[in-house]
């Protein structure tokens, strides 16, 4: 089983609340990222992360923020949610640049 | 634009066939993996084939790799009822590291 563990599973707020998605990993992998993706389409890179105190923007412009400031850790923030936000959320991880990524189960934002 | 794109977009089969699934890309690339991702759940891992490599296989799964028509096939022999996921290719353009990943076959096994 995948050891990259994200939560909330579900999640159901308000328009223009903040919310943070959590991502933890305990292989110790470097390199982390984020993922954007609607129901039945394909994924859009958001965020990603090289190491602690490192983030770049993906290529989907994306109104949300991270941070690494533990290794293990990768959360992801919306300071204010709007309907546009309604998602799935995956975050991943992998060993080294160039390799296989270990995916979490995934959140699913929904804004109402 | 997006670098990988998946064809078909859907498979339907019987338990025992075959599936082939295509992948085609745009630009050069260092390695191409091969995910699946069961209904709302994450992607898993399958296989990674590299630039340099033109074939590859885990169980029954055969992924080959043709850079010069910027295309990969994976082949599903035998399938099962629990191969029904949706399975997507996955390319770091030349240089990046990053991957981008395509919209997906949705793949059907019929028991």
Not at chain 2, 20 to 40: A, D, E, F, H, V
Not at chain 2, 75 to 86: E, K, M, P, V, Y
Request: net charge neutral; hydrophobic share 25%; with cysteine.
């Amino acid at each position: 089983e995948a050891d990259i563990y994200q939560t909330p599973r579900y999640l159901v707020i308000g328009t223009g609340k903040k919310i943070t998605l959590e991502c933890s990993q305990t292989m110790g992998h470097d390199k982390m990222y984020w993922y954007q993706q609607d129901p039945g389409m394909e994924l859009h890179l958001i965020h990603y992360s090289y190491g602690v105190n490192s983030t770049e923007k993906g290529d989907l412009s994306s109104e949300s923020t991270v941070s690494r400031i533990r290794t293990e850790h990768f959360p992801l923030t919306l300071e204010s949610a709007r309907p546009s936000h309604t998602s799935q959320y995956l975050c991943a991880s992998s060993e080294y640049t160039g390799g296989g990524y270990t995916f979490g189960s995934g959140t699913r934002l929904t804004v109402v | 634009s997006q670098q990988g794109e998946e064809d078909p977009q859907a498979l339907s089969i019987q338990e025992g066939e075959n599936a082939t699934m295509n992948c085609s890309y745009k630009t050069s690339i260092n390695n191409l993996q091969w995910y699946r991702q069961n209904s709302g759940r994450g992607l898993v891992h399958l296989i990674l084939i590299r630039s340099n490599e033109r074939e590859k296989h885990s169980g029954r799964l055969r992924v080959t790799l043709d850079t010069s028509k910027k295309s990969s096939s994976l082949l599903i022999t035998a399938s099962r009822a629990a191969d029904t996921a949706s399975y997507f290719c996955a390319t770091d353009a030349s240089g990046t590291y990053k991957y981008i990943f395509g919209t997906g076959t949705r793949l059907k096994v019929l028991a």
